[in-house]
């Protein structure tokens, strides 16, 4: 059974790089794309982007300039950085699988249960 | 983007009432519709993918329809565990974008 776990520092100071890593186990990363999601009360659920095994990224085009997105295969873990953070980037972050079935249907079909950030000073 | 629209926001039933949850999309996206339960304290679960097809191990009280702008979850009987928050969220373009959430409530 494949298993995603979050984990960040749970508090990140205004202007910092906020730094998250996902560990998968019970499959490898290669082979599927990997999300980042965010929760937060003001603006629900915001898909932030993707990152291919391979390394090929796609992110929402409103957080582009922020984010940087990695996957060590040796460690089988994917990373998430995003730079400046303030306020607004409170949120429980969730990574999850990408997959692709169905003539190219895309899905998120395995999900971390999130890990909280709040930014504070 | 494409904005995504649920409703009703929240409802209440009961055990074994069939219930259904509407999705729209601001444009059309064909069938690039996936639906996603979620509990407190859980990890989301993907239900349905390509707005028909069940995900492994999903109860097929679950039925996923429509197509264009569209779509309805529909559980026939709900059961207990069934209780939570559900969310639509298009693969049409990308950035991939969610609805509101809709959150099924005990009567």
């Known amino acids: 059974q494949v298993h995603l776990q979050e984990s960040g520092p749970g508090l990140a100071r205004p202007s910092e790089t906020l730094s998250l890593t996902c560990t998968v186990s019970?499959?490898?990363?290669?082979?599927?794309?990997w999300n980042w999601i965010r929760q937060s009360p003001g603006k629900g659920l915001e898909w932030m982007g993707y990152?291919?095994?391979?390394?090929?990224?796609t992110y929402n085009p409103s957080l582009r300039s922020r984010l940087t997105m990695s996957v060590d295969r040796s460690m089988n873990q994917v990373s998430l950085k995003v730079n400046s953070v303030t306020a607004a980037d409170t949120a429980v972050y969730f990574c999850?699988?990408?997959?692709?079935?169905?003539?190219?249907?895309?899905?998120?079909?395995?999900w971390g249960i999130g890990t909280t950030v709040t930014v504070s000073s | 983007d494409i904005q995504m629209t649920q409703s009703p926001s929240s409802l209440a039933a009961s055990v074994g009432d069939r219930v259904t949850l509407t999705c729209r999309a601001s444009q059309p996206i064909q069938t690039y519709l996936n639906w996603y339960q979620w509990k407190p304290g859980q990890a989301p679960k993907l239900l349905v993918y390509a707005a028909t097809s069940l995900q492994g191990g999903v109860p097929s009280r679950f039925r996923g329809s429509g197509s264009g702008t569209d779509f309805t979850l529909t559980i026939s009987s709900l059961q207990p565990e069934d209780f939570a928050t559900y969310y639509c969220q298009q693969a049409n373009s990308p950035p991939l974008t969610f609805g509101g959430g809709t959150k099924v409530e005990i009567k």
């Open positions: 999850a699988r990408g997959n692709r079935a169905n003539f190219n249907h895309y899905f998120m079909d395995v």
């Open positions: 019970g499959d490898s990363v290669n082979g599927y794309y």
């Open positions: 990152i291919y095994y391979s390394g090929r990224g």
